[in-house]
């Protein structure tokens, strides 16, 4: 089993840095199915033109402010016209409200999720159109996301809608990120399907949606519940599935938009000695990230793909066991932090900066730490939120 996965069983127990689990089902050639869906016109990720801020070198002093203490807290977001309440998912299935220190149970999907390891309710969203979405594993092990309505503050459970269905062939590498994009619509993270070493070569696969980043718009149209951005990369193409935004990926747990400038910033699960860190900017689709020809910058069962793109940053297993990608800074409230990007790893409990360096990035450290970090995620200003498997909701602040 190795030191990464006991350590993941016993603290974070959801991303899977080298994980050997069991199957879920025999380990035969797995099937992945989607309800079918027509394609659409969608339109292009927003640019901008605004010069980025660029982080100090050091970076100011910081600590984390804790808001609440729940239950597995590992996702959270905020609606695009309310008033900053704070939306949390707990692993377990239960959400709650948080506002002015007080959280207030409002969905409870308990009995709905497989609980175990690295399953559960992994991913919480809202869209700009006021919709929550989850995502989570269903008690066959299989993922799903959903779509409520919001009542008020609260939730009308009778509006429950599912978007997407994918069949998981083992009980580990799930992914479990919902977000929406700049472009308005939704990305889904999903692993590679599970098991070690990616048997069934799901990564490199176009014709399965296992190991890719998705992009949908998950408005129902002509009868189906989402419907295909006529800009997805592989629309069209024999034998890919058009859902597909980006592939190549092993678990690609946590990722996020950077909002000044629309990059994409990817925190990729690694096997037995690597995490990787990738980074594209607005718009570039159909990237191939390498997985399982490589884990990182290393040769696992091949060469570097033509064309793949390397992550911006690894880091060995001397460092870490299972990274949980984060956000760049872009709030107002500390000077001197814009454009950092923040990410932390689930078997260390210190909270790492990218900054620029000549022409890449260099890692350095931000002086915060927590216990059994899962997510990060920003509030309605753009101020970063850490939260960690341990109950504490944070928010970072200047020290």
Known sequence: MGKAMLALVGALALTGAACHSGPKRAATSPSTTVTAAPTTTSTAAPTTSTAPAVPTDPLPRLRLEKLVQLTQPI????????DGTLYVAQK???IFILKDGTANQI?????????????GLLGLAISPADKLYVDFTDTNGDTRVVEYAFAGAGINESSRRQVLFVDQPFANHNGGEVIFGPDGLLYVGLGDGGSEGDPNNQGQSLSTLLGKILRIDPSPSGGQPYSIPAGNPFVGRAGARPQIWAYGLRNPWRFSFDRTTHD??????GQDRYEEIDHVAAGRAGVNYGWSLRDALHSLKGPRPAGAVDPVAEYDHGHGCAVIGGYVYRGTQIEGLGGAYFFAD???NDIRALVPSGTGVKQVATGLSGSNIASFAEDAEGELLVLALSGGVFRVREA
């Open 75 to 82: 996702a959270a977001g905020v609606r695009p016209r309310g």
């Open 346 to 348: 689930s078997c260390r």
């Open 107 to 119: 969905l409870d999907l308990s009995g709905q999720i497989a609980k175990g390891g690295e399953q």
């Open 92 to 94: 377990n299935g239960k």
């Open 264 to 269: 994409q910033w990817i925190g990729d699960v």
